[in-house]
């Protein structure tokens, strides 16, 4: 039975006053009294309603120059990366193996991006984030194919680096897999010759920050 605002319970008044009728349940079953059967049905939606929202703390208009795109990426094997640690909302520390590093990816300016997206379904109760990472290589030779075929067959950890100058963690909670790639000549004079990939990673939540002062450490 679906509860209005207008509707009445015996003995208890409008189902308005829910913060009252919660509190008498308490105390009914403190005491062994008899509690009208849709005082359950309110109180355990409240109850589901408070276990499912976050705290809202607002946000203040951003007036600081914003820039956009990519300018690089770094990427680790994920059975390289040990523990992935965060403090405050923010990656603090990233454990690698042995003696394993960081790789750094560059490519052409205004050609790299990423984008993340959230799946929700209310019904089921589906929520997640899938972020796309694409990267594109000019020129099409033997160490890039070698490059981009690994990438394409590996788990991976990614930590981009935007234009406004933040890191951004790809792989907290899954391996990031490529979902595409392709490689290209071109075919006037002025087309692009090289190759291209995306990569791609699903999580709970958007793209955690990473702390700029921990990025030369992992490196290498």
């Known amino acids: 039975m679906e509860l209005r605002c207008s509707d009445r319970i015996p003995g208890y008044g409008s189902i308005c006053k829910h913060q009252r009728i919660t509190a008498d349940i308490h ?6 009294g008899t509690i009208h059967p849709s005082l359950f049905q309110l109180t355990n939606q409240n109850l589901k309603d408070m276990a499912c929202n976050q ?3 607002g946000l203040v208009r951003d007036c600081s120059p914003s820039m956009g795109g990519i300018v690089e990426a770094l990427i680790a094997n994920k059975e390289d990366v040990t523990e992935i640690s965060a403090s405050s909302d923010m990656i603090s520390s990233i454990t690698m193996a042995s003696s394993a590093k960081f790789k750094r ?3 052409a300016r205004n050609t790299g991006s990423l984008s993340s997206n959230y799946t929700i379904d209310q019904t089921t109760g589906v929520r997640y984030v899938a972020s796309d990472l694409v990267l594109v290589f000019n020129r099409m030779e033997t160490a890039k194919r070698i490059e981009i075929s690994a990438l394409a067959q590996n788990d991976l950890v990614v930590i981009v680096k935007d ?8 792989g907290k909670d899954e391996p990031v897999n490529a979902t595409a790639g392709d490689g290209l000549t071109g075919t006037a004079r002025a087309d692009r010759n090289g190759y ?7 999580s709970r939540e958007m793209p955690y920050e990473v702390d700029p002062s921990i990025i030369d450490a992992l490196i290498g």
């Open 55 to 57: 705290t809202l703390s």
């Open 196 to 202: 291209s990939i995306t990569l791609q990673d699903n």
């Open 163 to 170: 234009a406004n100058g933040k890191y951004w963690l790809l």
């Open 105 to 107: 990816y560059a490519f």
């Open 27 to 32: 105390i009914n079953q403190g005491v062994g």
